[in-house]
């Protein structure tokens, strides 16, 4: 799940952007080994929250234990409502625009194109949690076989064209900022295990090895994929595609090849959309069932999905994906989970403080927690000077949040007796 929730849009949509912001191949292939970097110490902070926490939601859960119920429903419903539908309705913009591709259907029909896989995958996960294990396994594995394809013909046939091309310009601080908005978003996806810890078999055990080994799988992939494609393409050629491996098929092996592989490139990005969908109404439904949203978005059908939530959530992010491109979605979505994300981190701070013992303790602490936080702030501050339009939005959304919660959140309420794993 976590491997297929990460590996989707973002490496097919993002390495052009990355290129076209950074304009150097060294520098492209620094800021994924980075951005890897920062995932994984990512990973080891949320690693020891989840095994802390092993319960629906994630975040928000750590959010609420430390700071109390109005800062988890702050970061509950930013996540659920704000940023994870925005990113449902990034992935079906992207998906929209492969299967047009393949189709020849008109640019303007892309965007109904991404809202009716929205829906679709919204169905297919309502019927219960065993149809969308099935689809993420099968997807995920031939998504992987597919780039791992990628890699060999592009280092076996390419004649290192991109090594030796660069754009002109030095990139500027702020087009640092923009490029990491696009690395962030291809890693993210590996905090997505923590809002399914409940459903994991010895969580305590299980959920370290699934951040870590996953952030490690992703990175080597991401980097091998980016050498792969600058070994094949022109510099310029990379930082204008929206779909790079699909042109590196098509300069080894001719057009047809090309567009096979935007039909692979398809499937991947189905396989993180169906993830997507799958784990983000784990987040409302953990939110009802402890008193902080309606307590109708706590209902669970027979096939173990919070089908209202499922429903909400998807509804949400049909409506986005056919008002947003993907650019500002994906620009939204980060602004907001470098402020969530660094909220939940330093709750780390306050429950460690509190209670030492831990199923799993992150290393380096207080370093760890402290740089990620400083690494986050340093990145919203880019983010202001780039994108001052999508900063001022994200602030709103934030404010919205709190005044909902002075006005809702009372006592906590504990509602024990609903439970996925049941």
């Not at 929730?5 to 292939?29: D, K, N």
């Not at 291809?186 to 305590?204: C, F, N, R, W």
């Not at 992703?218 to 204008?240: C, D, G, K, M, Q």
């Not at 209670?355 to 207080?366: D, M, Q």
Request: glycine share 12%.
């Amino acid at each position: 799940m976590v491997i297929g929730i990460m590996v989707g849009s973002g490496i097919f949509r993002t390495p052009g952007v990355v290129a076209g912001q950074l304009g150097r191949p060294a520098l492209t292939l620094v800021a994924w080994l980075v951005g890897g970097a920062i995932a994984f110490v990512g990973s080891l902070i949320f690693a020891e929250l989840a095994a802390r926490y092993p319960r629906a939601g994630g975040k928000y859960v750590y959010a609420r234990d430390a700071f109390g119920p109005r800062a988890g429903f702050v970061v509950g419903w930013v996540e659920g409502i704000a940023i994870y539908t925005a990113a449902i309705a990034a992935i079906g913009v992207v998906c929209g625009e492969y299967l047009g591709r393949l189709v020849g259907a008109p640019a303007e029909t892309t965007g109904l194109l991404g809202v009716a896989l929205v829906g679709i995958f919204t169905l297919v996960n309502l019927t219960g949690v065993s149809s969308g294990r099935w689809v993420q396994n099968v997807s995920t594995g031939a998504k992987l076989l597919a780039l791992l394809a990628v890699i060999a013909a592009a280092l076996a046939r390419g004649d290192g064209a991109g090594w030796h091309t660069a754009l002109p310009g030095a990139p500027r601080a702020a087009s640092l900022a923009v490029a990491f908005q696009a690395v962030i978003w291809t890693y993210y996806g590996y905090l997505d295990a923590g809002k399914i810890a409940e459903e994991v078999v010895e969580p305590s055990r299980s959920l370290p090895r699934i951040y870590l080994g996953g952030i490690a799988a992703a990175t080597v992939l991401y980097l091998l994929l980016n050498v792969a494609y600058i070994h094949v393409l022109p510099f310029e050629r990379i930082a204008s595609s929206n779909l790079v491996a699909a042109d590196v098929m098509g300069v080894l092996f001719g057009s047809r090849a090309g567009m096979i592989f935007a039909a692979v490139a398809l499937l991947v990005v189905l396989a993180s959309l169906n993830g997507n969908v799958f784990v983000t109404p784990r987040v409302i439904f953990g939110l009802a069932r402890e008193g902080l949203a309606p307590r109708l978005l706590a209902r669970v059908n027979r096939g173990g999905t919070p089908w209202v939530a499922m429903v909400f959530v998807g509804v949400t992010a049909m409506a986005l994906a056919l008002g947003g491109t993907f650019n500002s979605l994906l620009a939204l979505s980060i602004t907001l989970i470098l402020v969530v994300d660094s909220i939940a981190v330093l709750a780390l701070l306050v429950v460690r403080r509190r209670e030492p013992k831990a199923p799993f303790r992150s290393p380096l602490y207080p370093v760890l927690p402290v740089g990620f936080v400083a690494v986050y702030g340093a990145l919203f501050v880019g983010t202001v000077m780039a994108q001052p339009n999508v900063v001022l939005v994200s602030v709103g959304v934030l404010t919205g949040a709190y005044l909902l919660s002075r006005m809702f959140v009372g006592q906590r309420v504990d509602g024990g007796a609903l439970s996925l794993r049941d």
